[in-house]
């Protein structure tokens, strides 16, 4: 469902003509580029790689700046009281816009009214992997260890992420228990996972690769309904004998509230155009990442749609971090 919309979005995008007035004189200055985790994590490679695209088609750098913290409220607050004149962006995907809502009874910013879509940018695929002197093999050894009587722990990149909520709702399903351990960000959770200080973990697949492929991490499974490209010998959960159930993590861009229409539009165009070049696509496939791209619009009611489906399953499991 998540990669056929993605798909959906990224047509219909592709079809658009280039907007007919772009703002005048936009950009006379380095667009600043605020992403919410910590450098080498699946959003901000794709940031870097789309932004490098970016900062050619608009003749101005694009100065990639990383503000990992509480769950991406750091760099969300930072981006929501930026002057709206679009020099200031920001990676956001479901922490950001779909799941922060429903987690946090007070928030310091208001994805609604404080932030502005601008493009969606990339599907990031995740995989369960386990440390190899962990003694997991499979998804059954993995569920085995979730529902021992002594409960274990799993790296997480903080409650209410997208991989923790994949890693409940697996737990959910299996009637398996373990404490989740918190990160900052990807790399220093699979670190911990590779050197076996935490067992487990759901991954993104373009932060985990590069350690899977030197065997320093193991792939168990992925949670989507095929295997991924660039994982082809690792199966998918149902596939591995353990329950059919996608989760993936998706991130796009938006602008601080009140950027102007014709600014939205030439920044979503840059994007949309970095997302088609071959290159840009080989660079993002070969990361494990899906492009994406679309109208501020379609990027709009996506992230409505994503906001009440994940509403549905963090009320149903009762999950706050307050």
């Given at each position: 469902m998540f990669q056929g919309m993605l798909r959906v979005l990224l047509s219909a995008a592709l079809t658009a003509a280039a907007p007919?007035?772009?703002?005048?004189?936009?950009?006379?200055?380095?667009?600043?580029?605020?992403?919410?985790?910590?450098?080498?994590?699946?959003s901000d490679i794709a940031t870097r790689i789309v932004a490098r695209h970016v900062s050619e088609t608009l003749g101005q750098p694009v100065v990639v700046e990383n503000r990992p913290g509480a769950a991406t409220i750091v760099a969300a607050q930072e981006a929501a009281r930026a002057e709206p004149d679009g020099y200031t962006v920001l990676t956001a995907g479901m922490s950001t816009?779909?799941?922060?809502?429903?987690?946090?009874?007070?928030?310091?910013?208001?994805?609604?009214?404080?932030?502005?879509?601008?493009?969606?940018?990339v599907a990031l695929p995740i995989v369960l992997v386990v440390s190899p002197d962990s003694g997991l093999h499979t998804l059954a050894d993995v569920t085995a260890y979730l529902r021992r009587e002594q409960p274990g722990s799993y790296a997480s990149l903080g409650v209410g992420s997208p991989h923790h909520l994949a890693m409940e709702l697996f737990m959910e399903t299996i009637k398996g228990?373990?404490?989740?351990?918190?990160?900052?960000?990807?790399?220093?959770?699979?670190?911990?996972?590779?050197?076996?200080?935490?067992?487990?973990?759901?991954?993104?697949?373009?932060?985990?690769?590069?350690?899977?492929?030197?065997?320093?991490?193991?792939?168990?499974?992925?949670?989507?309904?095929?295997?991924?490209?660039?994982?082809?010998?690792?199966?998918?959960?149902?596939?591995?004998?353990?329950p059919a159930f996608e989760a993936a993590a998706w991130q796009g861009v938006v602008a601080p509230a009140g950027t102007p229409a014709p600014v939205l539009d030439k920044l979503s165009h840059a994007i949309m155009l970095a997302l088609r070049s071959p290159d840009v696509v080989k660079q993002?496939?070969?990361?494990?990442?899906?492009?994406?791209?679309?109208?501020?619009?379609?990027?709009?009611?996506?992230?409505?749609?994503?906001?009440?489906?994940?509403?549905?399953?963090?009320?149903?499991?009762?999950?706050?971090?307050?």
């Open positions: 007919a007035s772009l703002a005048a004189g936009y950009p006379d200055q380095p667009i600043r580029w605020l992403v919410p985790f910590s450098a080498g994590g699946g816009l779909a799941l922060n809502p429903w987690l946090y009874a007070r928030l310091p910013y208001d994805p609604q009214k404080d932030l502005t879509p601008v493009s969606t940018l228990r373990a404490t989740a351990v918190p990160y900052k960000g990807s790399p220093p959770a699979l670190q911990d996972v590779a050197a076996g200080v935490v067992p487990v973990m759901m991954a993104d697949l373009a932060a985990a690769r590069p350690l899977i492929d030197a065997g320093r991490l193991r792939a168990i499974a992925v949670p989507a309904a095929q295997r991924a490209a660039q994982l082809p010998d690792v199966p998918t959960f149902a596939q591995a004998g353990g993002l496939s070969g990361q494990g990442m899906e492009p994406a791209g679309s109208t501020p619009q379609a990027f709009a009611d996506y992230a409505r749609a994503e906001h009440a489906r994940w509403g549905a399953v963090i009320r149903s499991k009762a999950i706050s971090v307050e």
